[in-house]
């Protein structure tokens, strides 16, 4: 039979295990050696953790690891690549190398030099928005809470007030008008329940599906405020009253895009017609007016009245003539 473990012999494996998931678990990019805050000894500013100093260009007094972050090599470790006498070494005596990507010292010893540049954080960490990597600004990368981009700290809070954003005018599926349950906050699009899966793949339970565009992690749409694409100016606009369609009515094709045709409607259009309007010819009657003339009119229809007034009066008389003729004749 086998032998019972001991209490020390249980104690040391779980703490072994521990360790080992410790070392394995995702830490956020802010808590990596080679990412943190670092202040100038020479200029007293505040920067990422590098090399030579991005304003000033001098080298620290106590540099820091990218890799193990320590700031102080032992002796007693036995895994310095440079042996070094003494029971520690400090500044320079412990560099080893400078890291491409992040731009941070590493230290000699063997674990750090051999396997820093295979597993940097950093590798291809630029800016989603302005496209910067780490020797062009000094300060952190970080990622999206919601998307997983790196960012840099000038452009983060701008991207993630727009992150939460769909590059559509609704919320309906990519492949079908089914409401989309899943979104994609990478690629910015909807899947329903259908077309999130692809055929022949087998999915975990419990996890979250990917992306079938880019591999991303989907998120639930109610989990999230997600928000459509408006237009301000496009199919979508209305004008309120009329009198502001025949105000926008004679806007050139060049202002909504395009010598094609444009898209009419009421008596207003969006190209190269013209806003024609019953109106215009009594606009044209009205510009003629003018003020001096008035007198003259106003004794033209005196005379027009004088003349209608006579005919009515000698008409009157002839009447009463022949009627006069008629009773003598008849007596």
């Not at 701008?158 to 008008?177: D, G, M, P, T």
Request: net charge negative; glycine share 8%; proline share 2%.
């Amino acid at each position: 039979m086998p032998k019972r473990k001991t209490g020390a012999r249980k104690k040391a494996e779980k703490q072994r295990e521990r360790q080992k998931d410790i070392r394995n678990q995702e830490r956020p990019l802010t808590k990596y050696p080679c990412n943190e805050m670092m202040e100038c000894d020479s200029c007293k500013r505040r920067q990422k953790n590098r090399a030579f100093c991005y304003f000033c260009q001098s080298v620290q007094r106590l540099p820091m690891c990218g890799h193990c972050g320590k700031t102080k090599c032992m002796m007693k470790s036995g895994d310095c690549i440079i042996k070094h006498g003494g029971q520690y070494a400090t500044g320079m005596a412990m560099v080893g190398a400078v890291c491409d990507f992040c731009e941070a010292w590493v230290c000699h010893g063997r674990k750090c030099v051999t396997t820093h540049a295979c597993t940097c954080p950093l590798i291809d960490a630029d800016c989603l928005e302005c496209q910067r990597g780490v020797w062009d600004h000094g300060g952190r990368i970080l990622k999206c809470s919601f998307c997983n981009s790196f960012l840099c700290e000038d452009d983060q809070f701008e991207h993630q007030a727009s992150c939460q954003k769909l590059e559509a005018e609704n919320y309906k599926c990519l492949s079908c008008n089914r409401l989309g349950q899943f979104s994609c906050l990478r690629c910015k699009v909807c899947y329903c329940d259908d077309h999130v899966r692809r055929k022949g793949v087998k999915y975990n339970k419990g996890q979250a599906f990917p992306c079938p565009k880019c591999g991303h992690e989907t998120k639930e749409t109610k989990d999230y405020s997600m928000s459509t694409r408006t237009y301000d100016f496009g199919r979508q606009t209305k004008f309120e009253s009329d009198m502001n369609a025949s105000r926008w009515g004679n806007v050139d094709a060049n202002t909504y895009g395009g010598g094609g045709g444009g898209a009419s409607g009421g008596d207003f259009s969006y190209g190269n017609y013209t806003n024609y309007n019953d109106d215009d010819d009594d606009d044209d009657d009205d510009s003629d007016y003018d003020p001096d003339n008035d007198e003259e009119d106003d004794d033209d229809e005196y005379d027009e009245d004088e003349q209608e007034s006579d005919s009515n009066s000698k008409a009157t008389e002839n009447n009463l003539v022949e009627a006069a003729k008629k009773i003598s004749i008849s007596k």
